[in-house]
């Protein structure tokens, strides 16, 4: 074992018994009653809904110019394009079930309401915007707290059948992820009830939580390892947000002041990159210890606001800060709104004082460990010369 890997490799043996402790001790009453995320996850439901409703307000705008009948690609063509059958009316059937058989098939041939317009008499273009006006009303429902579970399953519909008729326009890596957080999101929702019970408190254990802090554990992480793979030289020298902010989708007048930044700051930039997407990730291995997962949930939300400030990648960054707030418990997120208001709330911790002190040692290991191999990997120096900025020659014919 080489002298490198040896104080990487005991670091994380160590994080892993104190993690270890931490999930005996939190097998308490007391413990338990620290970790309820029921507001958490009402707050995560509101907030999907303002990027439902942002969503479909956009597609309700853009849709003329895109797949209007005299838009880019026609909706019409792309039905004629895919060979989508139409079923006949209902009046040509002898039953109900032989009618909904027949529209099953279809829909599994193609999955999308929008090719259903002509049973109700409509064209495609009155039929999708009709569509879209119902999902936006859906979205409010969402945001004013209706967390019946039709109306989640309806709003996930609608995006899949926006999705598969609106290639490619609507097939990119937010379109995706709206897709199936959306699809989660139906597991946190009332089936019975349109509004959840005021005193309804979740605990760390609802499976859907738990996949929802996968998929932002997946995401990041998964950032961070195409980046390594690539073996672009740029992002192992640091250097990467020298070009970034030059080539990023419609770039802010921020983005101006960020690409002519001291090298320093790009590199700080690139280098903090890594920690959010590719170690702060690892926090998940101790969903027991609260400043981990604070910290990993408020360090997520930090790279993607300044992903926000300096380009525009549509719902993408916001759907990232929204898969932080399964992250939050219910005592930080009523400390943090308390703040807005006059009432102060002091943010009270309840657990015993061995599982304080071992969720301090569990954080402070993490970030030895992450400091550690941070230092080995891009090999970090403090006190490195700064270099000039990179400055593109660009000159139009």
């Avoid at 170690?279 to 990993?296: E, G, K, N």
Wanted: aromatic content about 16%; overall charge neutral.
């Amino acid at each position: 074992m080489s002298s490198a890997t040896s104080p990487l490799l005991y670091g994380t043996l160590t994080l892993g018994i104190l993690a270890g402790l931490q999930a005996l001790l939190s097998t308490g009453d007391v413990a338990r009653r620290s970790y309820s995320f029921g507001r958490s996850q009402r707050l995560f439901l509101r907030g999907l809904g303002v990027i439902y409703f942002c969503y479909f307000a956009s597609l309700y705008i853009e849709y003329p110019q895109l797949q209007g009948s005299d838009g880019l690609i026609p909706l019409s063509s792309t039905f004629a394009y895919m060979g989508v059958p139409r079923i006949p009316l209902l009046g040509t059937y002898g039953s109900l079930s032989s009618f909904l058989s027949a529209f099953s098939g279809s829909f599994q041939s193609f999955p999308s309401l929008l090719q259903y317009f002509y049973l109700f008499g409509a064209d495609v273009d009155s039929f999708s915007h009709g569509i879209l006006l119902l999902l936006m009303f859906a979205s409010s429902l969402l945001i004013l707290g209706v967390t019946f579970s039709p109306v989640l399953v309806l709003l996930n519909l609608g995006t899949l059948s926006f999705y598969i008729a609106g290639s490619p326009f609507l097939n990119f890596q937010w379109d995706i992820l709206l897709l199936e957080v959306g699809f989660l999101a139906i597991g946190l929702s009332t089936p019975l009830t349109l509004f959840p019970r005021p005193n309804s408190d979740s605990q760390m254990s609802n499976p859907f939580t738990f996949l929802l802090r996968f998929t932002l554990f997946k995401l990041l992480f998964a950032s961070a390892l195409v980046k390594l793979k690539s073996e672009c030289p740029v992002w192992f020298d640091l250097s990467a947000m020298s070009y970034h902010h030059f080539t990023t989708p419609l770039p802010s007048p921020l983005a101006y002041f960020a690409h002519f930044a001291p090298l320093w700051v790009s590199k700080f930039s690139s280098f903090f990159t890594f920690l959010s997407e590719g170690a702060f990730p690892l926090l998940m291995m101790v969903p027991w210890s609260r400043y981990s997962r604070l910290f990993y949930a408020l360090g997520s939300i930090v790279l993607q606001v300044g992903i926000m400030l300096t380009g525009n990648y549509g719902i993408f960054n916001l759907m990232t800060c929204l898969l932080c707030v399964p992250l939050l418990d219910d005592d930080f997120v009523e400390s943090v709104a308390s703040s807005f208001r006059k009432k102060k709330v002091e943010w009270i911790d309840r657990r015993c004082s061995m599982l304080k002190v071992l969720d301090v040692l569990t954080f402070t290991f993490a970030l030895l460990v992450m400091s550690y191999f941070s230092s080995h990997w891009f090999g970090v120096q403090i006190g490195s010369s700064v270099e000039e900025p990179l400055i593109f020659d660009v000159k139009f014919t």
